[in-house]
C-alpha cells in the first residue's frame, strides 16, 4: 500500500455535476470510472483545468491521497 505522501499518475477528467454539494465551482474533477480510484473522489487540481478546456477531457496528472476530510 503506498504512502500517503507519496504521488503517482492518475487519469482524471472533468465534468459537471448535477449538484456541487458545497464545492466551489461548474466544472470539476474526478478520477476517470474504472480507474484505481472510484468517480466519487474528490480532485483538487489547478483550476485551468476546468476553465481552459471542454468538459469530459481527460488529464493525467501527478496526485497523491491526502486525509482531509470533505
Known amino acids: 500500500m503506498a504512502q500517503i505522501n ?3 499518475w492518475v487519469v482524471v ?3 459537471a455535476p ?3 454539494n458545497g464545492r466551489h465551482g461548474k466544472i ?3 478520477p476517470v470510472p474504472g480507474g484505481k480510484y472510484p468517480p466519487s473522489l ?5 483550476k ?3 476553465k481552459e478546456f ?3 477531457t481527460k488529464f493525467r496528472i501527478c496526485a497523491k491521497l491526502t486525509d482531509r476530510e470533505d
Open 6 to 8: 507519496d504521488y503517482e
Open 13 to 15: 477528467e472533468s465534468f
Open 18 to 20: 448535477k449538484s456541487t
Open 28 to 30: 470539476h474533477i474526478r
Open 42 to 46: 474528490s480532485v483538487e487540481c489547478s
Open 48 to 50: 485551468r483545468l476546468s
Open 54 to 56: 471542454p468538459v469530459g
